[in-house]
């Protein structure tokens, strides 16, 4: 996994919150399939929805922005990237 994927998960798992309470916060129909995506380091969500998660989940400004820009550089396959969040 990547430093996103683990920011992500051990915040989420720290706050006691599932996959689906997490994406019901974000007003995501499906948040365990999209989390899970995340947390598997198979997507990199739009910036505007990490501004979201960093949100629901109490990090600093554009700490999770720093962590999908690393593994964006540091993974030889970039995974994919969400574009247009609904």
Known sequence: ???????????REELNLSQMELGERLGLT???????????????PSRARLDAIERALCFLPNELQV???YDEQAQPTTPQREVNPA
């Open 1 to 11: 996994m990547g430093q996103l994927a683990d920011k992500v998960k051990a915040r």
């Open 30 to 44: 499906d948040g365990r399939s999209y989390f899970s995506r995340i947390e598997a380091g198979k997507l990199l």
């Open 67 to 69: 962590a999908a820009l």
